[in-house]
Each structure stands twice: as C-alpha cells, then as structure tokens.
C-alpha cells in the first residue's frame, strides 16, 4: 500500500531535549515536505526537499532542521525545542519530475513541549 | 506569512445541500490543489487544477479558478454527511513552495 509513514504520532517532551520525528515514504518519490499545523493558521511550510541532498527552506524553518541522506527518508530535526513548536506536524511526498501531481500526506505528529 | 485565505471559516448545511467555499492566494502560482481532513488526521487530495484551466470536475466536487483575481472556489454538490471536515486550498508556486489557506470547516447535518 502506497503510503508516507510517520514516528511518532505523539511525543510529549520538555524544553532544550534534542528530537527527530521521522518520514518515510514508499512511493519512490523525489519530492517531500514538512508542515505544521496551527489552529487556525491552516499548514505552512518548514522545509522541503526536491531529492537526495537537496533540501530548502519553507515559510517558517526557523528551529529545525532537516536531511535528505535516502530518497525515501526525510527527517525533521528540532535540536532544542521550545514551547512554541508545539504543533501538529505533516510529512507530505509527490513524484518530482512533475508538479501537476498531489501530495500525499502522513497522518502526523503531535508534539507537545513542556 | 499566511499566503492562502479561505471563506467562510465554518459552514453549516442540512445533507443533500450544496457546499461552496472560497479560497484567495497572493502570488502567481503554477497551480492550486484542494485538500480535505477530517479531525486532525493527514490530508487527502480531492482535486488540482492548473493555472491555465479555469473550472474542473470531479464527481460531486467542481473547482474554478480565477487567476486575475487570485481567487479559487469549491462547490459540493448534493452534500452528505460524510462530507463533513475541513477543507484547505493549497497554492503551488515555484514549483516547490505550497501556501495553504487557513480552511473552512463544514458541516453537514443528516
């Protein structure tokens, strides 16, 4: 089954821990992406990736990080979290070669730093 | 900054009703994607249209797109209560960089 994998779901963690949420996809897809959700914000854009070692910034990068070391992994680092990336976060891929194609999403991750 | 605005932010109908929201972008774009979600769960693709096309059609689900006001709209049509989620515009542009709206939650009522 086609689908973009995320770990964890939920993570509850405190100030200043180092974490990475993980995204996988099976696709072979070239293109993936980081989101966050916000109540009533809609998503916005941390990073994305258009292939292997190929990474730029989105709207809102500012606290993390990302790499792009296999095609089917795209992990979002956050090397000192704060309270304000409590979030919902959103890994998305889509074939590369073309950008009249949809995105596909995980089912996300909640992260709550205290 | 939020690029995508969407109206109205939350619409209540009864089943069988049809379902109309706006979404408006501030840049030029390559093409503008509408996504549904349903509670905090990942979003799921219901219809693209291209800049150069102008309306679209996919089973109940018809888009338009007016690129000399920014603006998009998504009709619902013969509404049912499993259509009820939030919905978001997304802009594409750059190829590469996505703007989502800020979404427009529906509800509909059997």
């Known amino acids: 089954e086609a689908q973009v994998t995320q770990n964890p779901r939920y993570l509850i963690t405190v100030t200043g821990k180092k974490l990475t949420v993980t995204c996988s996809q099976n696709m072979n897809h070239e293109y993936m992406s980081w989101y966050r959700q916000d109540p009533g914000l809609g998503l916005r854009q941390i990073y994305y990736?258009?292939?292997?070692?190929?990474?730029d910034k989105g709207d809102v990068p500012e606290g993390y990080k990302v790499s792009r070391k296999e095609k089917r992994n795209f992990p979002l680092i956050l090397e000192s979290p704060s309270p304000n990336q409590t979030s919902l976060y959103f890994c998305a891929s889509r074939p590369g070669g073309n950008s009249n194609q949809p995105q596909h999403f995980g089912d996300g991750t909640r992260l709550s730093i205290l | 900054s939020q690029q995508g605005e969407e109206d109205p932010q939350a619409l209540s109908i009864q089943e069988g009703e049809n379902a109309t929201m706006n979404c408006s972008y501030k840049?030029?774009?390559?093409?503008l994607q509408w996504y549904r979600q349903n509670s905090g769960r990942g979003l799921v693709h219901l219809i693209l249209?291209?800049?150069?096309?102008r309306e679209k059609h996919s089973g109940r689900l018809r888009v338009t797109l007016d690129t000399s006001k920014k603006s998009s709209s998504l009709l619902i049509t013969a509404s049912r209560a499993a259509d009820t989620a939030s919905y978001f515009c997304a802009s594409l542009y750059n190829f590469n960089k996505f703007y989502f709206g800020s979404g427009t939650k529906l509800n509909v009522k059997p």
């Open positions: 990736s258009m292939n292997v070692e190929v990474t």
């Open positions: 249209i291209r800049s150069n096309e």
């Open positions: 840049t030029s774009i390559n093409n």
